[in-house]
């Protein structure tokens, strides 16, 4: 019987996969699925797969070109994309890509300074330098908060030029967190071992201040309004990554949640900020993994509390704005490392489990394709059961797979639509070492 049912669901599968071709329009029903939504959140299923960045960035360069999306946002910290941002908006010349890439210094650096990235991000300066001068040009923007140091320089860098007594102010308020040298994790470990004082009430004071001081700052001027609200975001972060390292210490719910709500958030003062500068609705892409794309009520985690970003856009801005694409991949290699901090390393992927749904993939008749999960009712009837699903972040331990890789997961509620890929490859990093071996991966 059990047999039947996965022929079944094979079948079904085959008959709703639509192959991906390599033609330049392969994304064109893709696009179709997509609509109008202006949200469109598309994941990976590793931090480093070519295959998967590729896709990508393809889908948003058709995003931008035919639906009219004006930015693209990352999980990446602020100010280091914000160094892009600038770079696509035509801030030096268009060769000097590697100035662009020059922020991103923390672990793991192959996330962003990577070749597939590179290709992307010139294109990205040619279509803007391309517009014409009435026509504002897509923006580059991060949503994440591991930037703690960066950002307050930023803030105080930022108000230095523009009210220097401001600047003294920001640097009295943010002396508060002296004690958390280079690592911000020991502001964390102060505070809950009672050995510190929270520095909560400082970073909402300078946000306050910013935000008292807008129409002093800005005059009208859009140039202006930008480096002002630049500025005012890292306070935001500041102030959020703050309760962030508090929580590292209460639990991994705990510190993932306030994670994804400072994305949805930056997301959403985001499209504010775009929106008054279009004049029109935001439309923005994200692109994060699949563990904060796809909706969290659809997997065990959110049973464990979790919530990600894919669920609080769905939640903040209904299913029409909002569209979740996730990818999958059945095997191949991958840049990760062994374990966090350590040396990015060219490492062979495991062939899906079986009884996941990257094994399920992997019988149907296409090898590479895109699977419509919201148009099908016989198909979330055999997804009503839940499947095994692969998640690699930037450590990846096949020994461990099932225990380290794999977590449970409704598909169908989870994203709109699936790509997958049955066999990938490495991305390549920008820095590649002597764990990295390209030609024998391990």
């Known amino acids: 019987m059990s047999h039947d049912i996965n022929q079944k669901l094979i079948d079904l599968l085959n008959d709703a996969a639509e192959p991906l071709s390599e033609n330049e329009d392969k994304y064109s029903s893709l696009l179709d699925k997509i609509g109008e939504s202006r949200f469109v959140l598309i994941g990976e299923e590793s931090h480093g797969t070519h295959e998967f960045y590729k896709a990508r960035a393809e889908i948003t360069q058709q995003l931008i070109k035919k639906k009219g999306f004006m930015a693209v946002a990352i999980e990446g910290d602020w100010p280091d994309a914000y160094r892009i941002h600038r770079y696509l908006q035509g801030v030096g010349d268009k060769n000097e890509w590697q100035q662009a890439l020059s922020e991103f210094k923390r672990f793991p650096t192959w996330m962003w300074r990577n070749e597939t990235l590179v290709t992307f991000l010139q294109w990205l300066r040619t279509y803007n330098d391309n517009l014409t001068p009435s026509t504002k040009k897509i923006g580059f923007y991060g949503l994440d908060l591991y930037s703690l140091n960066t950002s307050m320089e930023a803030v105080i860098d930022y108000l230095s030029k523009v009210d220097p007594e401001a600047a003294e102010r920001a640097k009295k308020r943010y002396g508060c967190f002296d004690h958390l040298g280079s690592d911000p ?258």
């Open 185 to 442: 994790q020991t502001y964390g470990y102060l505070i809950n071992s009672g050995l510190k004082k929270s520095c909560i009430n400082e970073a909402i004071e300078q946000v306050i201040d910013l935000q008292h001081h807008a129409f002093e700052y800005v005059h009208n001027d859009s140039a202006a309004e930008d480096e002002f609200f630049y500025a005012t975001q890292n306070a935001r972060l500041v102030k959020d990554a703050e309760k962030y390292y508090r929580s590292m210490f209460e639990g991994k719910v705990s510190s993932w949640n306030v994670r994804d709500i400072h994305m949805l958030e930056t997301l959403n003062t985001l499209a504010d900020h775009l929106e008054k500068k279009f004049s029109k609705p935001a439309k923005i892409v994200v692109w994060a993994h699949n563990s904060h794309v796809g909706d969290a009520r659809a997997t065990e985690m959110g049973a464990g509390g979790e919530v990600n970003i894919g669920q609080l856009v769905r939640e903040n801005h209904g299913d029409t704005d909002t569209f979740l694409l996730g990818f999958s991949t059945y095997k191949g290699s991958v840049t990760a490392a062994y374990d966090w901090g350590a040396p990015a390393e060219h490492k062979l992927v495991n062939p899906g489990l079986v009884g996941s749904y990257e094994d399920l993939f992997h019988h149907l008749k296409y090898k590479n394709f895109i699977l419509d999960l919201k148009r099908n009712e016989q198909l979330e009837h055999y997804f009503k059961i839940p499947r095994l699903q692969r998640a690699i972040g930037v450590v990846y331990r096949p020994e461990s797979e099932r225990l380290s890789h794999y977590f449970f997961t409704h598909l169908n509620y989870q994203f709109d639509c699936v790509i997958h890929f049955d066999e990938t490859t490495a991305v390549y990093p920008l820095d590649r070492n002597i764990e990295w071996q390209l030609e024998n991966p391990s």
